[in-house]
């Protein structure tokens, strides 16, 4: 069977804004939700070794690093799981022909990620407010620790899903044999040569932006306690130039395992996705050079330089992500053909609402802050 009979044609509506818009607005989207995602998965881990490192002392600088981590863990998977909205509207919108198929494909799985976010969600408030809340004792940390760790295999499992999806909307090749295996939706797509060195590029990544969250606590804790401030900024360096080392492997690996030809583009054929590959390969030369000199003397300069480094760096790497999603499907979905019928006053909406969404994200931030950071005003005793 030819497989443009496989793939779904796109709704006979026209699209509501042009097409360049919504991929902008897909690669920046996902970009929002991508930072909040990997200090979620990434330091949801380093949570829980830390607290099980610092499980015998609450003084311990172990102790109160997991602590203060994972007391901020809830705001940043709201952030997370509100932001993804944006990414994931789009994704429907320009690729829906190839990302429903796939969606349906592993239905079931797919399904169980909403499971899987509620659990681990209400997880994150568990320690806070069950565990965290009550007299310290060594069992108080060893439970934290392994909630913590449950609730990080919860959202590496919703990113394992995710990469299954994104995979096999790439490749409909494969959708009518794995539909004959399993038509209920009992599938994931575990054949595919880049899914695991996808993946563990992705997890690899979770956890040197998790890093760089802890480094940024040091920032902030220096002023007022310079000792501990100093041991989270060293802390926070090593364990992203150790993730950092080991992404170089993990990307060679995945740049092998995808098609010859995509592999030419990336490498020297397309201008775009080239030069955003050597500005990703140069950003990571930079963030390893720098977080190495933070790790030995919690250097302010080189930490800043790092940390503005990794952000361009995930933002490059997520545009190369698209491209290569580009290269794979244009041949079988083409949103570039569909009609465009601008609809202006739906776009207002959008942005008002998007503004709003950013205002509300900000209050939320002040709110929390203000919680932990009570004015002297507040705390002053009433005469």
Known sequence: MELSHLIPSYQPLPFPVPVWLMQLLLVLGFYLHALPMNVILGGGFLCAILFFVGRRDKTTYAFRAAKAFAISLPLFISFAITQGIVPLLFLQLLYGPAFYTSSILIAVPWLAVLLLILISYYISYIVIYRLLNVDYNEKTAVRA??????????????????????????TPEKWLAMYKASPRGLNLNLSEGQLLPRYLHFFNASVAVAAMTLGCFGLYLRKKEPPFGEWLIKLGSRIFFAATIIQIPVGLWFLKMLPPAFVSLILGGDHLATGLF???????????LATAISSMNASKPAFLVALVGNAVLILTMIVVRHQLRLFYL??????????????????????????ALIIYLVWLCRLVWSGFHPSAAETAPSS
């Not at 050597?278 to 390893?288: D, K, Y």
């Not at 244009?330 to 609402?353: G, Y």
Request: hydrophobic share 65%; net charge negative.
């Open 145 to 170: 620790s392994l909630l913590l760790l449950v609730m990080s295999i919860g959202f590496a499992l919703i990113g394992f899903m995710f990469t299954n999806n994104m995979t096999l909307m790439l």
């Open 278 to 288: 050597v500005a990703s390969m140069t950003l990571a030369l930079i963030t390893i």
């Open 330 to 355: 244009a041949p079988h979905v083409q949103p570039d053909l569909v009609v465009v019928n601008t609809q202006w006053d739906l776009l207002a909406i959008f942005l008002v609402s998007a503004v």
